[in-house]
C-alpha cells in the first residue's frame, strides 16, 4: 500500500525556515509522480511544488519561487521541502502526494491532474 506522512512543521517568524519531510512506502519515486500542496484556512487546496513521472523539470507555484526547493532521498524514501524566507502568506497545512498513473507535467500534476495519494497534513504557521 502506498503511504505517505508529512511532518516538521511548526510556528517559525517571518523570515525563518522550515525544512518539511515526507516519509512515503509502498512505491519508488522513480516512477510516480510526487509533489506538495498546502490550504490556508478558508482558502482552496494549491499545489506548492510537483514533479511528474514524465517531466524532470519540477514546478514551483510562482509564490514560493525562489524561497522553497523540493528534493528527495530515494535511499531513505522521504521527500523534502526546504522553506527558506517564510511570509505569513505561506500559513496553511501542507500535504505530500503522490500519482502513479498520471503523465501529464509537472505543471499538471500541481494543477487538479489528481494525485490519487496523500498523507496527512502539517501545520506550518508563520507569525509576522
Known amino acids: 500500500d502506498v503511504q505517505l506522512q508529512a511532518s516538521g512543521g511548526g510556528l517559525v517568524q517571518a523570515g525563518g525556515s522550515l525544512r518539511l519531510s515526507c516519509a512515503a512506502s509502498?512505491?519508488?519515486?522513480?516512477?510516480?509522480?510526487i509533489g506538495w500542496f498546502r490550504q490556508a484556512p478558508g482558502k482552496e487546496r494549491e499545489g506548492v511544488s510537483c514533479i511528474s513521472i514524465t517531466d524532470s523539470n519540477i514546478y514551483y507555484a510562482d509564490s514560493v519561487k525562489g524561497r522553497f526547493t523540493m528534493s528527495s532521498d530515494n535511499a531513505k524514501k522521504t521527500l523534502y521541502l526546504q522553506m527558506n524566507n517564510l511570509k505569513p502568506e505561506d500559513t496553511a497545512v501542507y500535504y505530500c502526494?503522490?500519482?502513479?498513473?498520471?503523465?501529464?507535467?509537472?505543471?499538471?500534476?500541481?494543477?487538479?491532474?489528481?494525485?490519487?495519494?496523500w498523507g496527512k497534513g502539517t501545520l506550518v504557521t508563520v507569525s509576522s
Open positions: 502526494a503522490a500519482d502513479g498513473d498520471s503523465y501529464g507535467s509537472s505543471w499538471n500534476m500541481c494543477h487538479g491532474a489528481g494525485m490519487d495519494y
Open positions: 509502498g512505491f519508488t519515486f522513480d516512477d510516480y509522480a
